[in-house]
């Protein structure tokens, strides 16, 4: 059974690093055929796409927070973790991470069950 | 990059067919799989559809998704509505600068 699951802090101030991490179970995180990506959604907003990671370390960022995001993992752990550069209460959200599989096409097939950010101070 | 369009929301009565519209602004839609998502209130996603219309085990036949290059857009459509589809739906589509695009998502009512 594919599991993610989330974690890190629930409460961040401004100006703050977040550190995100999820953790999987049921593949792993060497499998060729998958990665692992990082999405969040504020409150009643819509989801947005924001790092992905596959087996060889090909990462990505979404370019508009680029200079904010670092993505890695380590697959002894089955750990990737997400880090956050300056919050802002703007960046309030839910943070999911989900699993990518990697056909002729690439697609999400299981999602954690979120963990919700507040920045505030 | 491209932005993909949704209406806000939908709604139909249980029994019934709706169709959700997913417009892709640039580019062709056929160029890249579009995957679409369900979340109901307070939970995350889950996978729907992928590469245009393939369903994940476990997911009723009742949805099924489609693309249309003449309008540039794909679709999930759901029949046979329950109480239980009652939720926001996403579509999402790969883009070549390595990166995902997610619709602003619908907000299906089954009344």
């Known amino acids: 059974q594919v599991t993610l699951k989330e974690s890190g802090p629930v409460l961040v101030k401004p100006t703050e690093t977040l550190t995100l991490t999820c953790t999987v179970s049921g593949f792993s995180l060497s499998n060729a055929r998958m990665g692992v990506t990082w999405i969040r959604q504020p409150p009643g907003k819509a989801l947005e796409w924001l790092a992905h990671i596959f087996s060889n370390d090909e990462k990505s960022c979404s370019t508009s927070l680029k200079s904010r995001l670092t993505i890695s993992k380590d697959t002894s752990k089955s750990q990737v973790v997400l880090t956050m550069t300056n919050m802002d209460p703007v960046d309030t959200a839910t943070y999911y991470c989900?699993?990518?599989?990697?056909?002729?096409?690439?697609?999400?097939?299981?999602w954690g069950q979120g963990t919700l950010v507040t920045v505030s101070s | 990059n491209f932005m993909l369009t949704q209406p806000h929301s939908v709604s139909e009565s249980p029994g019934k067919t709706v169709t959700i519209s997913c417009t892709r602004s640039?580019?062709?839609?056929?160029?890249?799989?579009v995957q679409w998502y369900q979340q109901r209130p307070g939970s995350s996603p889950t996978t729907m559809i992928y590469?245009?219309?393939?369903?994940p085990s476990g997911v009723p036949d009742r949805f099924s998704g489609s693309i249309d290059s003449s309008s540039n857009s794909a679709s999930l459509t759901i029949s046979g509505l329950k109480t239980e589809d009652e939720a926001d739906y996403y579509c999402q589509s790969y883009d070549s600068n390595n990166s995902w695009v997610f619709g602003g998502g619908t907000k299906l009512t089954v009344l």
């Open positions: 989900a699993r990518i599989i990697l056909r002729g096409s690439r697609y999400f097939d299981s």
């Open positions: 640039s580019g062709s839609i056929a160029s890249n799989y």
């Open positions: 590469e245009n219309k393939q369903r």
